[in-house]
Each structure stands twice: as structure tokens, then as C-alpha cells.
């Protein structure tokens, strides 16, 4: 599904991935572990295309270079980021934002456009599957939402839209622990053998509800060790300082 | 009303001056006979009809060269500060005792810049026409100076419906820094008119700090234009207590020439009877990455009226500009008024670029909680009063400095309260 | 009919022109000009004089010349002020008679005015060149005492009510358009809402220029009497052409006590080519006196053509308790220029007013909000809130506020806030990510960034200015 061979990325002469090594298969799930500023969110960045990075290796996404696909064509592609820091919008309706989004997504896969209303009850129906109340949908994308509805929403979002490879930039960082087991139960809900994720995390917390295949640790822009769960059982003990 | 045409025999009686000098103090003045003071249908006097004001409060404005002899004054005493003594505009004595010698250089100014730029000034114009002294004031390069440098502007009690023009100039050298409290002593019991025309210059990196205050409640009636050029890395940052005047009109304009300069001014003023203050702003963001910020705070008592008029204006090139303004008056009296025009002109996309503007009355329910803990409503506005002013006041880094600020603040509202 | 040097412009979607045979008045500007417009809509004495009475004032007065866009020299006596479908001549009794061409003018505007098609909920008046061709439901209203038509036909049927309340709003002397829209006016919509009565309908006049080296001087006069509701909407277009085109609209609104009236405007006149050749020039005089106490003026408008608009719809709040509203979105984009905004003057006791601006300035357009709140001495315990929002998309074009804020006593409070700034790389990559184009993110975003105006809109013309704002924008993001 996601081949990364070698990358580097850049910000203003600033080396921030420095040979990135990772293999992605369908079905798979796997956590990149590290410390602030190792490079995580660049990697999440990176991958559905933001701008402002120089980059260079292999890019592969389901065998096409994604070097050359912009944003939205990944997005259509079914390349889902949930946002470390969901972006605020102010003015647009959640639902209607939703459903533009999810048409979009269908339309390049050749589905039907959804009507409101069978929009409507997709929506009601993923939103009560992960305990959200529906009223957040009618208010403004993101606006005054509390840090766990902001994240909250990035995974209905996920449910919403099917993509085939997940990356969760962070989802868990400043959730309390109901919160997180949401997150955990949308993701956990979401495993199947064609999707695959990529979980970034500061911490094991998340892991332990969420059962990676592979655990990765990303330090100084490379990845530095990988291994199973144990892994990370072995990073909580010993801290970032342990692993050499 | 007032028929104020000056004969050109005036610019003879200051001096004998080559012929360049000769002919811009000319056109200058024959521009000032054309318009005369700026009334009301002048934009930049919408709010401040000065021909209406000089009309009402002046039977004569006599251009007489006031004689200024050596007068003693009561020195700071609350901190040590190198200090120049101005007299009625002109440099009468200077002290620079905490300095290395050579550093700085401050003397008796001459204009030597007399290319015809199209004022749309009337009282530039008057000061190019009629000006007659002022100071030069510079910091070489690679100096700061170890003390505040107190300007004491001493108005003496002859000043009667005269009219001063006074020219300065403040250099700043590379890498030098300067902090000046000016610091206006008003002697006269009687009307006048004092119009100064200031330049500014902030060379790479020059760091400039002004703190300006008026001592007593006076009858001056004040105009001051102030062209201020900010160099590269270059920071001002002014605090400006102007109250205390009859009428005072401060005109400043900062022109950000190099990147990553910043202007920073702040104002606080309390006014009564029929007071009259304009503060207007003119930042001009020539180059990308500067940075400039405005808070004016105008408490308005008795019939006074208190202008604001900011503009901020963004050149294409000058992305990445940063620029807050913000003007809040409280009005305590159904007969005073605040009037304010915050302008954004904007020429490039990304900038930061805001501005607020709010007025209205002290709020009646810090009223009321002060009240249900004892003090009377007078007591609880004045508390209020100076805690919406201190929000400026707080800001001067300095403690003794502050203090003595906040001081002469507490003096200034007491003593008009007394009124 | 010349248009061969037509730049067709395929953004433009109103452009066309209906080849149809006029009655112009003589070109010009002289009383020759104003008696011929008076003798040909059959005006009583009167009004006559009072349009002779402007036209003697004209000749004193000066264009303004304070405002930010500026224009070159109009050539007035180039310009012809009446122009009307020859078919028009004798006023068709129904609108059998009416000239089919005019009819599918409407039709391809979206405005059907057969009676089996017309727009369900919203009478229309529809206005083309210098006439008023249809006025739709008419019987409907006139059953309840509401008075919607022709002003031309006001001036015959209700002489009192226009001669009591035409020029009270803007005096015939306020300024230079103005005063020459008093002296030849043309047609516009005259409305008369009865005590106590809610108008069943949104009452709406569609205003279409198509001869070309015309001027366009609607006068619209809305009186709501005591207790009365009405919402009123209009919408312009006009052909494609290079030449610039003058619109001088008057528009004066009367509430009365306890009365309210909503006026909604989306302007979408031509708004020239992608080099700034041809395009309306919208000078436009927009003015509400709340009278009463406890009434209400709301001015709702959505800019997004014309080469040049100026125009400051704006609320006397004279009536006790009156409230006061304007919330705008303006956009340029290309070569256009806006210098729009309100004036709110609070006289009465507890007057309120709050004003909400969105401007969207992209390509190498101008767009400028100039405003005046001004709460006079006698107006204790008012409140004025004022927003205003600019938004710039490249560095070639420019986002001006020039806010004028005056208080004059120590019960009120104004509050004033602006920001500029350009559209957010954050919001449209969240977008991109979830599959939308830069377009559609855009599209998406100014909405929401002006979405407390839009929402300020009766339904039916919601979804069309949001598409609106989309269409105008397109283009401007590389």
C-alpha cells in the first residue's frame, strides 16, 4: 500500500526527515513512535502533500508516485490525515462541509453523489456508533470545539469517508481517557484487510487499545528501531534516552 | 474671526538667509496665507477645526521673537538623567555627565533641507515659513546611552498670544540607543501657541524609546508634527501622557524604510473642561516583516473632546506585516466626545493587520462592586479611571521612571478634579 | 444595435442582449431631456417641477471626488436617460401584451413573470432600461391594501403619498448623483405597506440594462406604516459591453412607528472584462429614515459586479428605540473597485445599530469599507457594533477601512473592530486533504467567512449569492 524508501524533507534549508525507511502492506497497522521534534508531523505533512517541504526519495503510494499527485487527488485516492491540531473554519456547517468532502471522494471513485439525506443518515448513524452528539454537527467546522470534539471529528470524519490508508498525526495527544477509547474503538472498528494505518504517537497509551502489527521509533529524522508492542513496553520503561 | 495673513517682512525679522532659504520660507509661507489654519473641510482636521479654535481663543497671535533669559527649574529628582533645558523652543543648556564625551553631539539646529516637497500641512508649512530655533540632537554609532535624557521644555511666563516655531532633529546611530523623557514645564498663565516640526532618524539596528509628559495644566495651545524614519532592525517605542494642554494635536508618522523594524506607541490621557486633543498616526509599512503597534486611551471628563486617528498603511512588497491598533475611550460626561477614524490601507496579502476601536461609558457594575465595598462613586470612578489608564502606564520598564509617570498622572487627575 | 466589439466573457452568465426596438429620449442632459421624460410617463405638473427644481440645482453642484475609486470624466450629454422597448409605448394591459422578447429576457434571467411560472412567495416588479415591464401578484397584494408597482404609475395613482415622502429620505439637494437622479429618473418600485399589516410576500424588483449609451436612474420609495413588515429584494444585471455604463439609483425607505423593513440587494451588474474594459458604474444613493419609535431598517447587500460601486446604504435613526442594521459583502476581483459601507446617525433615545462588512478584494481590484457611526447628544443609551472584515487574495490588489466613529455622550457605546487578512494555507489544506480542489477550498472558505451576512438573506436569494461568491472568485487563486 505505502512504500517510503529513503525520503528527506526540508523546511527553509532545515533537514527535518533524514532517510526514511518504511513498507506499508494492506491490512497492516503500524505506530511510529518518537520525540518532539524527531519529525512526526513532517511525515504525516509529507505524505498528503502539504507544501512548503523539499523532498527527495521514493514516494510510493498503491505503486503511483505521490510525488506528482496534489493534495486533494491523494485525498480523492483515499489518503486520510487526522490532524494533530484539526484546522477551524469559521462559517462553514460541519455536515455540509462533510458531505462536499464525501462527494468529492465518491465522485472520484465513480460513486453516486449522496443525496442530504441519505447523507443524513450515514452521519447520524457513525455519529451514534462513536457517542458524539449530533448537535456538533450543525455548528461551525471545528469552531470553539473542545480539543476532544475536535478529535472526535477527525475520526467520524474517517469513518465517513472510507479511505484506504489512515494517518493518525497525533489523535490521542490531550484526550482525556474516555476520549481516547473512542478514538481507539473508531479505529479498532475500522481494521479490515484492505485498510492500513499509520499511528503517530508521543505515547504508548494509545497503543495499548489498539494493538499495532509493527511499533517504529523515529528519532532524528530516521527511524531507528523497529519491533512488535514490545517495543513500545520497553520505550515507556526506559524512555526516548534508552533506546539506542 | 481672525484674519490671520502674515506679511512676508516677518521671515526678514528672524534673519538674513541665503536665497534657497529665502524662497522655501517663502512659498512655504505664501502656501500658509492661501489656507490659512485648516478648518473642518481639511480630511486631516475633520475632527479638530483649529480656525474655529485659534478664532475663539486668540485676539492676536503675535510672531514677536520672544526673549528667553536663563531660567532656573526644579530638576527631577526621583532618578539620574542626563538632561538639555529648552527654553520657549530654544536650546539653553545641556549636561550629559553620565556619558562618554564625543558620543553625542547636541546643538542649536539649522534646517539645511529645503527641497520643495507639496505640504498639505498648513502649520508644516507655517513652521518652514517662520522657524527660528530648535535643536540637533545625535547619537553617534555603537553607542547607548547609560541614562535617560530628560528634555525639559520650559515655557516661560511672558509667552502671551505669541506664536513659537520650533524645528528639531534626532539622529540615532547604528546600533545606538537612546531613551528621552520630554518633560514640558508651562509657566505661562496666558494663551499661546506652539507649533513644532520634528525629524526622527533611526539608523540599522538604533533603538529609540520617548516618554512625553506635560507637567501642569497650562493655555498652551500645541500642534506637533513628527516624520519619524525607522532603518533596518530600528525599533521606537513612544509613551505619550498628552494631556494638560488647551489644545494639542500630535501628528506622527513612522515610516518602517528598513526590514524587521518596529514602532510601538501608546497613549493615556485623561482631559476636562473644554480640553482638545487629536493624536493621529500615520504608520507607513514600506518593508517586509516590520512590526508596529498603537493603544491610545483617552478618559473624556466636562466638555472635553478627544480625537484618535490611526492609519496603517501596507506597501505591496511589505509582506509578512505585522500591525495592531487599538483606541478605547471612556467618556464620563454627556457633554464630552470621542471621535476616532481607524484607517487600514492595504496593499499586501499576507499581513496581520487589525484594528479596534470602542467608547462608551465606565462600567456600572465595577461601579456598583466598589460601592457595596465602601468607597463612594466618586472614589470608585477615579479608581476605575486610573486603572484603565495604568494598563499604558504599566507598560514603561523602567520602576523609577514608571513611578514617577504614574506620579505626576495622579497629580494631573487630582488637580483637574480640583478645578 | 452596436456590440461587435463585445469581449465575451464567460464568467459572466447575464451578458446577453435583447435585440429589441427602442424609444430614446433626445441625447443629453437639458430640460428638453426632463420634459420629455415627464411628458412620455404622463407626469402631473408637480413632478415636473420638482424634477426642473433638481435639474437647476445640478447645475451648481460638482461631482464628488473624495471617494477612492476614481473614474473618468463622465460625458453627460453623451448619454441618453430614457430608453424603453417601443412596445412599452402604450402600456400592455396584461401581460399577454407585453412584448414576448421582453418576456424571454426575464425568462433567461430567472425571473418568469407568466403567471402559470412566476416565482412562488415573491412578487416581482421588473424593470428594463427606463421601464417597468411587468409587476407580478399585484392582485394578491392590493387585496390586503399594500401598493406594489411602477413608480411612474405611483405618481399618478398616489400622488399623496409620493409627494409626502419623495426626497424626505434624500433631499433633492444631497449630492451631485443624487440630485441628478431626482431630475430624471426613470422607473423604480413604489411600496406602500398599511398599518398593521405583515406583507404576505417578498416583494423584489429585477432591474436589467440593455440599451447601450444608457443611463439607468431607478428611485425606488418604500413607506412602511405603523406596525407594518416588509421584505424587499432587488437584483441587477446588464449586458456585456465596453463601454461603462452609469447606474444612479435613489432608494429611500420610511419607517414609521413599530415598522419594519428588510431590503436585500444582490448586485451582480456587468462588472467589465478580466482588463477592466466596460463594466457598470454603480453610484448609488441608499437611504432609511427610522421615524418612528421602535422601528427597524435592515440593508442587506451583496456586491460582486460592477466596474465601480459607491454606494452607502446607510439608517437615520430618528425614532426612539429604532434599530438600525447593514451587513454587506463586497467583492472585487479583476480590475473592479468597491467603496462601500453604511452611515448610521443615532438621534433618538436607545437606538441601536450594528454593522457587519465582508470585503474580498483579489486580482488587481480595490475594495474599500468607508463607514460613519455617529451618535449624536440626545441619543442616550445607544449601541453601535461594526465589524468589518477584509480579505486579500494576491498583492496586487488592495483591502482599505475607513471607519468615521463619532460619540457624543457618555451613555452609549460604540464598538468597532477590523481585520485583514489573507485567506488561511492552514483552512485550505484541511480542505485539500479532505479531497476539494483550491477552487471549491476557496469557494468554501470565503462562504464561511461571510456567512453572517448570507444568512441574512431570505432563502431564495441565499443559495444564489453563495454560488455567486464562488463564480466571482474564480481565477483569482494560482
Known amino acids: 500500500m505505502l512504500e517510503i524508501k529513503n525520503l528527506k524533507a526540508s523546511v527553509d534549508g532545515k533537514d527535518i526527515l533524514k532517510g526514511l525507511n518504511i513498507s506499508i502492506k494492506p491490512g497492516e497497522l503500524h505506530a511510529i513512535m518518537g520525540p518532539n521534534g524527531s519529525g512526526k508531523s513532517t511525515l504525516a505533512n509529507v505524505l498528503s502533500g502539504k507544501e512548503g517541504y523539499k523532498i527527495s526519495g521514493e514516494l510510493k503510494y498503491e505503486g503511483k508516485n505521490l510525488q506528482e499527485i496534489p493534495i486533494e487527488e491523494r485525498a480523492q485516492k483515499g489518503i486520510f490525515l487526522a490532524f494533530q491540531y484539526p484546522t477551524e473554519i469559521p462559517g462553514v456547517n460541519t455536515s455540509n462541509f462533510l458531505r462536499t468532502s464525501l462527494n468529492k471522494i465518491r465522485k472520484a471513485k465513480g460513486k453516486k453523489e449522496l443525496d442530504a439525506l441519505s447523507f443524513i443518515r450515514i452521519i447520524k448513524e457513525k455519529s451514534n456508533e462513536l457517542g458524539m452528539d449530533e448537535k456538533m454537527l450543525s455548528r461551525q467546522l471545528n469552531v470553539g470545539f473542545s480539543g476532544g470534539e475536535k478529535k472526535k471529528n477527525e475520526i467520524l470524519q474517517m469513518k465517513i469517508l472510507e479511505p484506504n490508508l489512515i494517518i493518525l498525526d497525533e489523535t490521542d495527544s490531550g484526550l482525556d481517557i474516555d476520549a481516547l477509547k473512542i478514538v481507539a474503538e473508531g479505529v479498532n472498528s475500522s481494521r479490515s484487510d484492505k485498510k492500513s494505518f499509520l499511528v503517530i504517537t508521543h505515547y504508548q497509551r494509545l497503543l495499548n487499545f489498539i494493538n499495532p502489527d509493527f511499533v517504529h521509533i523515529l528519532s532524528n529524522g530516521k527511524i531507528i528501531k523497529s519491533g512488535s508492542m514490545k517495543l513500545a513496553e520497553d520505550l515507556e520503561k526506559t524512555g526516548y534516552k534508552g533506546i539506542k | ?419 | 444595435m452596436k456590440n461587435q466589439n463585445i469581449n465575451y466573457n464567460q464568467d459572466y452568465k447575464y451578458g446577453f442582449t435583447t435585440e429589441i426596438e427602442n424609444i430614446k429620449a433626445p441625447k443629453g442632459l437639458s430640460e428638453k431631456t426632463i420634459k420629455f421624460i415627464s411628458k412620455i410617463k404622463k407626469e402631473p405638473k408637480w413632478m415636473l417641477d420638482w424634477r426642473l427644481k433638481a435639474f437647476n440645482r445640478l447645475k451648481v453642484s460638482k461631482e464628488p471626488d473624495w471617494q477612492k475609486p476614481k473614474f473618468p470624466k463622465i460625458d453627460y450629454q453623451n448619454l441618453y436617460y430614457y430608453s424603453a422597448p417601443k412596445s412599452m409605448k402604450d402600456k400592455p394591459k396584461s401581460l399577454d401584451e407585453v412584448d414576448p422578447k421582453l418576456i424571454e429576457t426575464y425568462n433567461k434571467l430567472g425571473i418568469p413573470l407568466n403567471e402559470q411560472k412566476k416565482l412562488s412567495g415573491i412578487a416581482v416588479d421588473a424593470v428594463f432600461d427606463s421601464v417597468s415591464v411587468a409587476t407580478t401578484f399585484k392582485d394578491e397584494l392590493t387585496k390586503k391594501g399594500i401598493i406594489f408597482c411602477p413608480i411612474s404609475e405611483a405618481i399618478q395613482k398616489h400622488p399623496d403619498l409620493v409627494k409626502k415622502y419623495l426626497g424626505s429620505v434624500i433631499p433633492i439637494s444631497d449630492h451631485y448623483f443624487a440630485t441628478l437622479n431626482s431630475a430624471v429618473f426613470t422607473d423604480g418600485s413604489f411600496v406602500y405597506i398599511p398599518p398593521n399589516t405583515k406583507c404576505p410576500m417578498e416583494l423584489s424588483t429585477y432591474f436589467r440594462i440593455n440599451a447601450s449609451e444608457t443611463g439607468q436612474f431607478e428611485r425606488t420609495l418604500i413607506i412602511a406604516d405603523k406596525g407594518s413588515y416588509v421584505s424587499y429584494l432587488e437584483g441587477c444585471t446588464a449586458p456585456m459591453r465596453d463601454e461603462n455604463q452609469l447606474h444612479a439609483a435613489n432608494v429611500e425607505l420610511i419607517a414609521l412607528d413599530d415598522a419594519e423593513i428588510k431590503y436585500s440587494t444582490v448586485q451582480n451588474w456587468y462588472p467589465g472584462d478580466k482588463n477592466g474594459v466596460g463594466g457598470i458604474y454603480n453610484f448609488v444613493t441608499k437611504r432609511g429614515a427610522c421615524r418612528g419609535k421602535n422601528s427597524k431598517i435592515s440593508w442587506t447587500q451583496v456586491e460582486t459586479g460592477s466596474a465601480i460601486t459607491w454606494k452607502y446604504p446607510s439608517c437615520i435613526l430618528q425614532g426612539d428605540n429604532s434599530v438600525g442594521e447593514f451587513y454587506s459583502i463586497a467583492i472585487t476581483n479583476n480590475h473592479q473597485k468597491a467603496d462601500t459601507g453604511t452611515k448610521m446617525i443615532h438621534l433618538g433615545k436607545n437606538t441601536k445599530s450594528k454593522i457587519i462588512s465582508k470585503g474580498i478584494s483579489a486580482g488587481k481590484a480595490d475594495n474599500t469599507y468607508r463607514g460613519l457611526v455617529d451618535i449624536g447628544r440626545k441619543a442616550l443609551n445607544s449601541r453601535n457594533y461594526t465589524q468589518c472584515d477584509s480579505l486579500l487574495m494576491g498583492n496586487k490588489c488592495g483591502a482599505h477601512t475607513v471607519p468615521y466613529i463619532k460619540n457624543k455622550n457618555s451613555s452609549s457605546t460604540i464598538e468597532h473592530e477590523a481585520t485583514t487578512s489573507k485567506i488561511n494555507e492552514e483552512q485550505l489544506f484541511y480542505c485539500n486533504q479532505r479531497g476539494l480542489n483550491q477552487e471549491e477550498a476557496v469557494s468554501l472558505i470565503v462562504n464561511g467567512f461571510c456567512k453572517d451576512v448570507l444568512q441574512q438573506l431570505p432563502m431564495e436569494f441565499a443559495v444564489e449569492a453563495q454560488k455567486l461568491v464562488g463564480i466571482s472568485l474564480e481565477g483569482s487563486v494560482g
Open chain 2, 1 to 419: 474671526m481672525l484674519n490671520f495673513k502674515i506679511n512676508s517682512n516677518a521671515i526678514e525679522k528672524i534673519g538674513n538667509f541665503n536665497a534657497k532659504e529665502k524662497e522655501f520660507r517663502l512659498k512655504n509661507l505664501d502656501s500658509f496665507n492661501k489656507n490659512g489654519f485648516p478648518n473642518k473641510k481639511s480630511e486631516d482636521w475633520k475632527f479638530s477645526d483649529l480656525r474655529e479654535i485659534v478664532s475663539k481663543n486668540f485676539k492676536k497671535l503675535d510672531l514677536k521673537v520672544v526673549k528667553t533669559d536663563a531660567q532656573k527649574i526644579k530638576f527631577i529628582q526621583e532618578f539620574d538623567h542626563n538632561y538639555i533645558i529648552v527654553t520657549n523652543g530654544e536650546l539653553t543648556s545641556s549636561n550629559f555627565k553620565f556619558e562618554e564625551k564625543n558620543k553625542i553631539k547636541v546643538q542649536n539646529y539649522l534646517n539645511n533641507n529645503f527641497i520643495n516637497k507639496q505640504e498639505n500641512n498648513p502649520l508644516i508649512n507655517l513652521n518652514h515659513a517662520l522657524s527660528d530655533k530648535g535643536y540637533f540632537l545625535e547619537v553617534e554609532e555603537n553607542y547607548k546611552l547609560k541614562k535617560i535624557l530628560v528634555i525639559y521644555n520650559l515655557y516661560t511666563n511672558n509667552l502671551n498670544q505669541n506664536i513659537l516655531n520650533c524645528k528639531n532633529k534626532i539622529k540615532i546611530g547604528k546600533n545606538s540607543e537612546l531613551h528621552i523623557l520630554e518633560y514640558t514645564i508651562n509657566r505661562s498663565k496666558k494663551n499661546f501657541f506652539n507649533n513644532i516640526y520634528e525629524n526622527v532618524v533611526l539608523e540599522q539596528s538604533a533603538i529609540y524609546k520617548n516618554i512625553c509628559i506635560y507637567n501642569e495644566k497650562s493655555f498652551g495651545y500645541f500642534h506637533k508634527y513628527s516624520s519619524n524614519k525607522l532603518d533596518t532592525k530600528s525599533s521606537s517605542t513612544f509613551f505619550i501622557f498628552p494631556s494638560g494642554l488647551k489644545f494639542n494635536k500630535l501628528d506622527l508618522e513612522f515610516d518602517l524604510n528598513g526590514e524587521n523594524s518596529e514602532c510601538n506607541l501608546q497613549a493615556a490621557s485623561y482631559l476636562n473642561h473644554d480640553d482638545h486633543q487629536e493624536i493621529k498616526t500615520r504608520i507607513n509599512h514600506f518593508a517586509p516583516n516590520c512590526k508596529s503597534f498603537q493603544k491610545v486611551k483617552n478618559v473624556l471628563d466636562s466638555e472635553s473632546k478627544g480625537i484618535y486617528q490611526g492609519k496603517i498603511f501596507v506597501k505591496d512588497i511589505a509582506q509578512k506585516t505585522d500591525a495592531y491598533q487599538l483606541s478605547k475611550a471612556i467618556l464620563l460626561n454627556d457633554d464630552s466626545e470621542f471621535n476616532s477614524k481607524p484607517e487600514l490601507e492595504i496593499y499586501a496579502d499576507d499581513v496581520k493587520c487589525s484594528h479596534g476601536s470602542s467608547s462608551g461609558s465606565i462600567d456600572e457594575d465595577s461601579i456598583f462592586y466598589l460601592m457595596s465595598r465602601g468607597l463612594n462613586r466618586q472614589e470608585a470612578i477615579k479608581l476605575l479611571v486610573e486603572g484603565f489608564l495604568s494598563e499604558i502606564t504599566n507598560e514603561i520598564k523602567s520602576n523609577s521612571i514608571k513611578n514617577f509617570i504614574i506620579g505626576k498622572l495622579e497629580e494631573q487627575l487630582h488637580e483637574h478634579k480640583k478645578n
